[in-house]
């Protein structure tokens, strides 16, 4: 089974500031990787897919790279809506893996 | 609007059983691929099953395997978890999520329901 481990554990950045996000699987998921969004009692929320392209409506303020073991969601200038905890899943071998979650706080 | 609703959670004791289900509009459900995936509280999130779009492949988490068991009415565009010996390591938010396929039934899950909470506790 693919482990994903996701860092760091807590992210804390002023508003306005750039977040980055950093995501790592124990083999090579090609480019089969998605990000959700996860605010607090609420279901997780679709970002990304294909490690880079952004689902419906998401903003543009979010964006995805890496392929292969690495991945980064980059959150360019972090609005007050965006505090909350994100996932990375990969979906290139049974069974679809999580990571454990990266926090994002308010500085 | 696309909706998924889930229900059926709530307190059972361990060994026993429940039923969750999940309501579904807004889309052709007879298309899509289904997952369940669940989330301790205050933990992350784990893939339990997977349904194809006809039912006939199914996929379980080693933790639920033998135990759980997905199942669908397309007919009724709904979504069913039968869990049987619960668990404490069971307890958990029980969200439902259709599945973007991609190939052999792995993708992304998008969009969620609210979830369902579970809690086996004596």
């Known amino acids: 089974e693919i482990v994903m481990t996701q860092s760091p554990a807590t992210l804390s950045v002023s508003p306005g500031e750039r977040g980055t996000l950093s995501c790592r699987a124990s083999?090579?998921?090609?480019?089969?990787l998605a990000w959700y969004q996860q605010k607090s009692g609420q279901a997780p929320r679709l970002l990304i897919y294909?490690?880079?392209t952004r689902a419906t409506g998401i903003p543009a303020r979010f964006s995805g790279s890496g392929s292969g073991t690495e991945f980064t969601l980059t959150i360019s200038s972090l609005q007050s809506e965006d505090f909350a905890v994100y996932y990375c899943q990969q979906y290139n071998n049974w069974p679809p893996a999580f990571g454990q979650g990266t926090k994002v706080e308010i500085k | 609007e696309v909706q998924l609703v889930e229900s059926g959670g709530g307190l059972v004791q361990p060994g026993g059983s429940l039923r969750l289900s999940c309501a579904v509009s807004g889309f052709t459900f007879s298309s899509y691929e289904m997952n369940w995936v669940r989330q301790a509280p205050g933990k992350g999130l784990e893939w339990v099953s997977y349904i194809s779009s006809s039912g006939s492949t199914i996929y379980y988490a080693d933790s639920v395997k033998g135990r759980f068991t997905i199942s669908r009415d397309n007919a009724k565009n709904s979504l069913y978890l039968q869990m049987n010996s619960l668990r404490a390591e069971d307890t958990a938010v029980y969200y439902c999520?259709?599945?973007?396929?991609?190939?052999?039934?792995?993708?992304?899950?998008?969009?969620w329901g609210q979830g369902t909470l579970v809690t086996v506790s004596s």
């Open positions: 083999q090579s998921v090609s480019r089969n």
């Open positions: 294909g490690a880079s």
């Open positions: 999520a259709r599945g973007v396929t991609i190939f052999g039934g792995l993708g992304w899950f998008d969009p």
